[in-house]
């Protein structure tokens, strides 16, 4: 069963009054969009025994609140349309208006999914004149918590001049796409959070299961076990840092820096946090499927991405209970990430790459987007484009190049290697002259710069090495790019050997 039906402790917090009136849940409000072409799920609570009616348009069916007061009903599919209103009553009578019938995408991921519209100036300057009526937003407030969740503080809405700013620019990229190509209303509900780490979107069950990933528990344990008393020493900082402060303004002084708090059980970083502050409380809601955004804050540990990002998305379906939902993810732009090692960034994306071997699942590459010096590129619509791109392709089986060209297989031809590319579109080009980006390396695995050019819809590389084995393309944080393929696609970074990365041992 579903998780928010396992939630007792949560059920016996709510008030006996709010029990006894019939409520629906929080996710759905006016203006929203429902999932066309599949059952739809409506949930809520009432009183114990109460017997409900719950119509749709002319849907209509009869579900019984449990003991626990919680009820669940899976109304018939219905085809896109609307607007339509959702009808629930027992006691009282909730009505939920002006709802369509569409396809609804989750949006999620870290800070550049998180990006609004209103921080770009070329966002800012859309979401100032645009309007409409079949495109809807649900935005989730930000909310960590060691606990399963039922309900977000959040409001269906149209798009509009007012609504828009801000919201997601990669968010809305995607739907306004898919708006500007498909004849049916598009629903987009935003939920993800600025600097958070894959396992916060996981299930801690689920992140126990898998020997790679529990380091991550480990460190988490000790955390949890050392907060009291990192907390009682934060305390008596805070206590010396507020007579600090307050002795330094009344000087005219800049007061010395205020004290970081401790990670705390709730943390955002902490595992399953996030899933149980943002993702729970829209399960099972009927969707779509799923645009991501994320993998910054795992790149130091992109090896172990290897085996979380597959988990994370596997878990995310199997509690939503829609079977191989589509799982469209960005690949991270070039950047010179000067914290860590220069080829971490490449690891990740290496990571990311290797889950399109999950079905149902699309790449967007975004490496020729970046900014040296900037881990936000500002060019999010693109970024939504690229990812609409997959979704017509894949999701709604439109004949569209979904990528930039993905490396598929080599040979070597004597002092040359030949690379062998899917995705290629309308043929390879090359951008800003010659070909760069290429390092091939001998038995020895020692890479060197390389030459290339374009044969066909296969690329030759060469380089002063006797005996080439393997190739690496664009294989840095902040690489050299030069190869697309007809439509202004970039290809996608990739090396043909497999050996121990840097990031192998991080966990």
Not at 156 to 170: D, E, M, N, Q, R
């Amino acid at each position: 069963m579903y998780d928010w039906i396992r939630l007792t402790l949560l059920t016996t917090v709510l008030t006996l009054p709010a029990l006894a009136q019939v409520q629906v849940a929080s996710v759905f409000s006016d203006h929203m969009v429902l999932q066309r072409d599949k059952p739809i799920a409506v949930w809520g609570t009432a009183a114990a025994g109460e017997q409900l009616a719950v119509s749709i348009g002319e849907h209509r069916a009869s579900p019984v609140a449990g003991s626990d007061g919680r009820w669940l009903v899976h109304m018939p599919a219905m085809a896109a349309g609307g607007p339509v209103e959702l009808r629930v009553k027992g006691t009282n009578e909730v009505v939920i208006k002006d709802v369509l019938l569409g396809d609804v995408w989750i949006c999620s991921g870290q800070s550049n999914m998180h990006w609004a519209m209103n921080r770009s100036k070329d966002t800012k300057d859309v979401s100032q004149t645009v309007d409409d009526a079949k495109l809807r937003l649900l935005q989730v407030p930000t909310r960590a918590n060691r606990e399963l969740q039922t309900s977000v503080d959040a409001k269906w809405t149209h798009v509009t001049p007012k609504s828009l700013p801000g919201f997601s620019a990669v968010a809305y990229g995607f739907g306004r796409h898919l708006r500007s190509t498909l004849d049916v209303p598009v629903g987009l509900l935003h939920t993800s959070w600025g600097g958070t780490r894959a396992e916060a979107w996981t299930r801690e069950a689920t992140l126990a299961k898998h020997e790679v990933l529990a380091p991550i528990l480990d460190r988490w344990a000790q955390t949890y076990q050392r907060y009291p008393e990192a907390k009682a020493r934060h305390d008596k900082a805070m206590m010396q840092w507020q007579a600090k402060a307050k002795a330094a303004r009344a000087d005219g002084k800049k007061p010395p820096r205020r004290p970081g708090a401790p990670m705390d059980p709730d943390h955002r970083h902490a595992p399953g946090r996030l899933y149980n502050g943002m993702i729970a409380p829209l399960v099972p809601l009927a969707f779509k499927g799923v645009i991501w955004y994320q993998g910054e804050s795992n790149a130091s540990r992109a090896y172990q991405y290897r085996t979380l990002f597959p988990v994370m998305i596997r878990d995310w379906r199997d509690a939503f209970g829609q079977g191989q939902l589509p799982f469209l993810f960005v690949q991270l732009a070039a950047f010179e990430d000067k914290r860590g090692h220069p080829q971490a960034w490449a690891e990740l994306r290496e990571a990311q790459a290797m889950t399109l071997s999950l079905p149902n699942t699309g790449m967007a590459c975004t490496i020729d987007l970046g900014v040296k010096n900037n881990i936000h590129p500002p060019h999010k619509l693109e970024v939504g484009r690229r990812l609409a791109l997959w979704a017509l392709a894949d999701t709604y089986g439109q004949d569209v190049v979904p990528s930039g060209p993905m490396f598929s297989h080599f040979t070597v031809e004597g002092s040359a290697i030949r690379l062998h590319f899917k995705h290629v579109g309308s043929g390879l080009v090359k951008k800003g002259g010659e070909l760069v980006g290429f390092e091939i390396a001998s038995r020895d695995g020692k890479f060197e710069s390389a030459t290339a050019e374009i044969d066909g819809n296969t690329v030759l590389v060469r380089g002063e090495v006797s005996e080439p084995r393997h190739v690496r393309y664009a294989w840095r944080h902040w690489p050299q790019i030069s190869l697309f393929n007809g439509e202004g696609l970039p290809a996608v970074p990739f090396r043909t050997d497999d050996r121990k990365g840097v990031t192998a041992d991080a966990r």
